[in-house]
């Protein structure tokens, strides 16, 4: 059964440039979630989609947005990209049914982006 | 806000030995919590989970204890091996699907 994959892998962009960053889930996984992981944050998290919809959102600015395809593949924007959003971009799936607990997550090997 | 925090940021010990990593958590309304490990060039792998109405499970040589009372929260591997270096996270979940709030991490070095 294949993992999360994420790509690119690593891309460079130079500030005020925008980025779109892609997550396909698990086969049968309907719940996609992004983290923000930076050396002085640690892991943060950015917004979870369901079902195509935003079910959850974090303390980001409104530059960063997302998106879920029917198919559950998801995509992240970054707009008006800024040094301080260099960082890697991890995507998790889960097989969470909407309104239930949380599940486990399991997470892709990250898009690390650099900003210049 | 609320947070997740680790009281030590490095552990190193020995092939063989056990170890522990603490995490202290703050919300103590969150109900799941979990630890993740980390290998470099890695996305966090899941490691074992723990619900609130628990305060120990076992998995293969990982343990985790919960101590609502003290919001505290820890690991323990048994016989650590070489292959357990990695960075180890806590996070915590208040019934909220996929939006999880990690700690800082520890960083496990096994000496052989």
């Known amino acids: 059964k294949a993992g999360v994959t994420q790509t690119p892998r690593y891309l460079i962009k130079t500030r005020g440039q925008q980025v779109t960053l892609s997550c396909s889930p698990i086969?049968?996984?309907?719940?996609v979630s992004w983290y923000q992981q930076t050396p002085g944050q640690g892991l943060q998290f950015l917004f979870e989609y369901f079902s195509e919809t935003q079910r959850n959102k974090g303390n980001f600015p409104g530059r960063f947005s997302g998106r879920q395809f029917s198919n559950s593949r998801s995509e992240m924007n970054v707009s008006t990209l800024e040094l301080g959003d260099s960082a890697l971009y991890l995507c998790?799936?889960?097989?969470?049914?909407?309104?239930?607990?949380?599940?486990?997550?399991?997470f892709g090997a990250g898009s690390r982006l650099t900003v210049l | 806000g609320e947070s997740v925090g680790l009281h030590l940021p490095t552990l190193s010990v020995q092939e063989g030995d056990n170890s522990i990593i603490n995490c202290a958590y703050s919300?103590?309304?969150?109900?799941?919590f979990i630890w993740y490990k980390q290998e470099s060039g890695k996305g966090p792998q899941f490691i074992i989970d723990?619900?609130?109405?628990?305060d120990k499970r076992q998995g293969q040589r990982v343990t985790v204890l919960l101590n609502k009372t003290v919001k505290h929260l820890s690991l323990q591997i048994a016989a650590t091996q070489p292959g357990d270096s990695a960075v180890y996270f806590c996070?915590?979940?208040?019934?909220?699907?996929?939006?999880?709030?990690f700690g800082q991490g520890t960083e496990l070095s096994v000496k052989p």
């Open positions: 086969s049968g996984h309907r719940s």
């Open positions: 919300n103590s309304a969150s109900d799941y």
């Open positions: 996070a915590e979940s208040e019934n909220q699907g996929g939006k999880l709030i």
């Open positions: 723990i619900r609130s109405n628990m």
């Open positions: 998790a799936s889960s097989s969470t049914p909407q309104g239930s607990g949380a599940n486990v997550l399991t």
